[in-house]
């Protein structure tokens, strides 16, 4: 790392990662300035928020200046940003080092790493994967998306003693990218209808993505989704150890003796890597089916790691979910309580409640947006929502949507809902808070919202 101190650094974009950036190389006493095409107006919280921080970094906004990149010695940008930005290409042309965040936190890492890759459940996977490696007793960094940058290893004080390092790695971050070889590679699906963002085409997307496979060597290992992916030629011709995972039995399938890997068969998780375990799953904490095939990954990756079966189990029965993302948060007198608060939108909070076995108590509810139409959503609510308690500026709208519901409650405040929704449970309910809607009309986020809900569910 000290090779940047004292460098002239110019970090382009200024999101979550751009912050983190700025204090990285704060640490190594750099002259920062920052850039970012979005106008002033558009910014207020951040330069407020950057204005804070000493030294104050320099600041180019509305534009970039290709005096800026110019100027710099080194040029690391943030995932928003396209890698081939006319001012970055200008500054590689002319010399300077110009690295994604992703990719310098690459350069820096010298510990094994795991990639997970995937259009969905890369976060799920890769926590997963984090918190069985932790239960074995090794030191892991999770990390790789905006909220938890890979630059963020390299800031631990004790990074040296990290064992394994696990990221997530999305197309965009996989572009520009030289000399990275992962140890192990999670693939869970490629998406039918990706979102084209910095790509011309389908096809340049997929390359993209599915070069970091091009990158492993026979001593490498590869995990891949068998239900999703098993007949794509790339994955069955990739050079390195393939082990494959399924939703569905191998033994029905009749490749038991074909493939190598974990599947499930008479309601246990069977992986024969290494050799033969199993494992009960039971008493999952985290639901849903897509949940189900995150879990079969990150078993499958784990046996491919050596992780002791009983670490294993532990995380198929402890393991929480991700924070906001149906987490699992505690059981209090027979009743469980999850939080789903970045389901922001109605599509996904119907989605959350739908993995439940059984109809929950669902508080929803948050910020008015004009021309939202609950009316395609009415029925499965109804079916999956035992109890309703609606909170929020829109919680008139979603009342009237929902009138054929026999339990709907209308409250004031965040806080009565929460204990409305306990007073109507019973043993073995689940409540849970979906809001679908935005945060913003009594919190300044769903984090915000989120951890408030926990903070009034652990005071209960």
């Not at 999670?186 to 997307?205: C, H, W």
């Not at 069955?236 to 029905?252: D, E, G, L, M, P």
């Not at 007073?423 to 009309?441: C, E």
């Amino acid at each position: 790392m000290d090779r940047f101190r004292n460098k002239k650094i110019l970090i382009v974009g200024i999101g979550k990662t751009g912050f983190t950036l700025i204090n990285f190389f704060n640490r190594l006493d750099c002259e920062i300035r920052v850039t970012d095409i979005k106008p002033i107006f558009d910014l207020n919280k951040a330069i407020k928020k950057l204005k804070k921080i000493q030294p104050t970094p320099q600041m180019t906004f509305g534009e970039h200046k290709d005096e800026d990149f110019l100027e710099a010695d080194v040029v690391v940008y943030s995932p928003a940003v396209n890698p081939e930005l006319p001012q970055l290409e200008l500054a590689r042309r002319n010399g300077r080092e110009v690295y994604s965040e992703f990719a310098l936190a690459n350069k820096l890492c010298r510990k094994p790493i795991i990639a997970v890759c995937g259009s969905h459940g890369r976060t799920t996977v890769a926590h997963m994967i984090g918190f069985a490696l932790k239960q074995d007793g090794k030191n892991v960094f999770v990390g790789g998306t905006s909220d938890s940058p890979f630059i963020e290893y390299s800031m631990q004080k004790d990074y040296e003693k990290t064992d394994y390092v696990v990221v997530e790695v999305s197309a965009i971050q996989m572009r520009k990218l030289e000399d990275f070889h992962p140890k192990l590679v999670v693939f869970t699906n490629i998406a039918e209808n990706p979102k084209l963002q910095f790509f011309a085409s389908v096809g340049e997307y997929i390359e993209a993505k599915l070069s970091i496979v091009k990158m492993l060597s026979p001593d490498d290992t590869l995990i891949v989704n068998f239900d999703r992916l098993a007949n794509n030629t790339f994955f069955r011709n990739a050079n390195c150890q393939t082990y494959w995972y399924s939703r569905k039995s191998f033994v029905t399938i009749g490749v038991m003796n074909e493939v190598q890997g974990t599947h499930f068969h008479n309601r246990r998780i069977h992986s024969n890597i290494n050799y033969h375990s199993e494992f009960k799953v039971g008493s999952m904490r985290i639901v849903g089916q897509s949940n189900r095939e995150n879990l079969l990954a990150a078993t499958t990756a784990c046996k491919a790691l050596d992780v002791s079966d009983s670490s294993i189990q532990k995380t198929i029965e402890k393991f929480p979910g991700i924070p906001h993302r149906l987490e699992f948060l505690m059981e209090k007198n027979g009743v469980s309580f999850y939080n789903d608060s970045k389901s922001e939108k109605i599509g996904e909070m119907v989605e959350g409640i739908k993995s439940f076995k059984n109809p929950v108590i669902l508080i929803a509810g948050g910020k008015e947006i004009e021309g939202i139409e609950y009316e395609n959503y009415v029925d499965d609510i109804i079916d999956h929502a035992r109890v309703l308690v609606l909170v929020g500026e829109n919680k008139e709208g979603l009342n009237r949507a929902l009138g054929a519901h026999s339990q709907t409650f209308i409250v004031g405040s965040f806080e009565e809902s929460v204990l409305l929704a306990y007073q109507k449970s019973r043993t073995g309910d689940k409540i849970v808070l979906s809001p679908g809607a935005p945060a913003t009309d009594f919190f300044r986020d769903y984090e915000e919202r989120g951890n408030y809900f926990k903070k009034l569910v652990y005071q209960l």
